[in-house]
């Protein structure tokens, strides 16, 4: 699987989970994840093939909904000290706060300039039993494409007392987390925990500064 494809798998998951939590948060109220999951993906489609501005490459609109709607579900903190890994303990909290902050922006704009991978995919939702004291789970899923094999996504979720969040995303074998941990240990040993800030920095000013052409 090639690393372009691999990026729009990995946009097209995070636009199927875009709004997990928007249900009641209170415990009593939560749906299961997967059937959360599943409801809410017919309105997140809908709405991307509604909208004609985000159909025509608005890159401001599409960072305004990506922001407001889909990362708010999503637990930054912990998957960025899950790609950090052993390195997170050597950053001070100023410097947590930095990475947390940092990645999401990249994620942003990963997921903004990846916008138009979906077309017409089909996800399959598995069923998922569950116990009423679980607090994390894997949603299992299948995107059924045309001409190609379903490929398997699973979303690993919390329980947290906002309402469920993703904390990681896992295409075939390649875990969102995982595929960001060794780039990211590289940077720590050349340059420290600053030097992996400066890096992320980096890379979102360049990503910021790129022709929407040369993102495509």
């Given at each position: 699987?090639t690393?372009?494809?691999m990026?729009?798998?990995?946009v097209?998951?995070?636009?199927?989970?875009?709004?997990l939590?928007?249900a009641?948060a209170?415990?009593q109220?939560?749906?299961?994840?997967d059937?959360?999951a599943k409801?809410?993906?017919d309105?997140?489609?809908a709405?991307m093939?509604?909208?004609?501005?985000i159909?025509?490459?608005?890159?401001?609109?599409?960072?305004?909904l990506?922001?407001?709607?889909v990362?708010?579900?999503?637990?930054?903190?912990r998957m960025?000290?899950?790609?950090v890994?052993r390195h997170?303990q050597q950053?001070?909290?100023?410097q947590?706060?930095?990475?947390?902050?940092?990645?999401r922006?990249?994620?942003v704009?990963?997921?903004a300039?990846?916008f138009a991978a979906?077309?017409?995919?089909?996800?399959?939702?598995?069923?998922l039993?569950?116990?009423?004291?679980?607090t994390?789970?894997?949603?299992?899923s299948?995107i059924?494409?045309?001409g190609?094999?379903?490929?398997?996504?699973?979303?690993?979720?919390r329980k947290?007392?906002?309402?469920w969040?993703?904390?990681?995303?896992v295409?075939g074998?390649l875990?969102?987390?995982?595929s960001?941990r060794g780039?990211?240990?590289?940077?720590?040993?050349?340059?420290?925990v600053?030097?992996?800030?400066?890096?992320l920095?980096?890379k979102n000013r360049?990503?910021?500064?790129?022709?929407?052409?040369a993102?495509?």
């Amino acid at each position: 699987m090639t690393g372009y494809r691999m990026t729009k798998l990995l946009v097209l998951a995070l636009v199927t989970t875009g709004c997990l939590a928007a249900a009641p948060a209170r415990a009593q109220d939560m749906p299961a994840p997967d059937a959360l999951a599943k409801s809410v993906t017919d309105e997140v489609i809908a709405i991307m093939r509604a909208d004609k501005e985000i159909q025509s490459g608005n890159l401001k609109k599409v960072v305004d909904l990506v922001d407001k709607k889909v990362l708010p579900h999503f637990d930054f903190t912990r998957m960025t000290q899950l790609a950090v890994g052993r390195h997170w303990q050597q950053a001070t909290p100023e410097q947590q706060k930095q990475l947390v902050a940092e990645f999401r922006t990249l994620l942003v704009q990963t997921y903004a300039a990846t916008f138009a991978a979906y077309r017409d995919q089909k996800i399959e939702y598995r069923p998922l039993r569950t116990e009423p004291a679980d607090t994390d789970v894997v949603v299992k899923s299948l995107i059924h494409q045309s001409g190609g094999k379903p490929v398997a996504v699973d979303y690993k979720m919390r329980k947290t007392d906002t309402g469920w969040k993703v904390y990681d995303v896992v295409v075939g074998d390649l875990s969102l987390v995982q595929s960001y941990r060794g780039t990211f240990s590289t940077e720590v040993q050349k340059g420290g925990v600053e030097g992996l800030v400066k890096a992320l920095a980096d890379k979102n000013r360049q990503f910021t500064a790129e022709p929407q052409s040369a993102k495509k």
